[in-house]
């Protein structure tokens, strides 16, 4: 079945430590995103790619940084910068272009200890 | 810079009674606007897509509707179900490939 997955759906970070979100897909898509969502608020952009080996801040993008090197894989890293990182992080990708549907992986959950 | 406000937070009907979920937004110069349900701990799965050059878009018991103009998108859930209880989200999509959320309006249905 073609999909968006992501692991682990649970991550615990440790003071200092960085930590790297995995998100893959077989849709063969050209973009994708990483969001971030706190409890009861909508999702906010981190970083999105557009195509292989390129990538772009979204609108919270400190703290984070990603890497583009396959078309399936957008892995996000969460860095010791990132002073507030306890949240449900969501993955998602579209064929690319303006009016194009967006697809969503089940997300991880990463708090701190 | 774009603001998408979904009020109310939350909303609880009896089952069958239709539903009917708000979306505003503060720039009309979108390209697409997309319904998205989401369940407790899960991702989202998308409803309905709006192109902008559309008025609304229908998928079984549920209706979309846009109006630019306005500033305003509509989800209708008709004779609504203990299914569909779940959280609700709008997006809408504008230059740059970015998709600007609202915070979502929560749904029970009671039984």
């Known amino acids: 079945d073609g999909g968006i997955t992501q692991s682990p759906k649970y991550l615990f970070r440790k003071e200092g430590q960085n930590v790297t979100l995995s998100c893959e897909q077989n849709l063969n898509h050209d973009a994708m995103y990483w969001y971030r969502q706190d409890p009861g608020q909508g999702l906010r952009l981190i970083y999105y790619s557009q195509i292989v080996n390129d990538f772009q801040k979204g609108d919270i993008a400190e703290g984070y940084s990603v890497s583009r090197e396959k078309k399936e894989s957008f892995p996000l890293t969460v860095t010791s910068a990132q002073k507030n990182p306890t949240a449900f992080y969501l993955c998602?990708?579209?064929?690319?272009?303006?009016?194009?549907?967006?697809?969503f992986g089940s997300g991880t959950q990463l708090s701190v200890l | 810079k774009q603001e998408v406000t979904q009020i109310p937070a939350a909303l609880s009907v009896p089952e069958g009674e239709n539903l009917v979920l708000n979306c505003s937004f503060t720039d009309s110069a979108i390209y697409n606007l997309q319904w998205f349900r989401q369940d407790p701990g899960k991702g989202l799965t998308s409803l309905l897509l709006i192109q902008s050059s559309q008025r609304e878009q229908t998928s079984g018991r549920l209706n979309a509707s846009l109006d630019k103009s306005s500033g305003r998108s509509t989800l209708y859930i008709a004779a609504s179900q203990p299914g569909d209880s779940a959280t609700y989200l709008c997006a809408a999509k504008a230059a740059g490939n970015k998709l600007t959320f609202g915070g979502g309006t929560r749904v029970l249905v009671k039984p």
């Open positions: 998602a990708s579209s064929i690319g272009g303006a009016s194009e549907k967006l697809f």
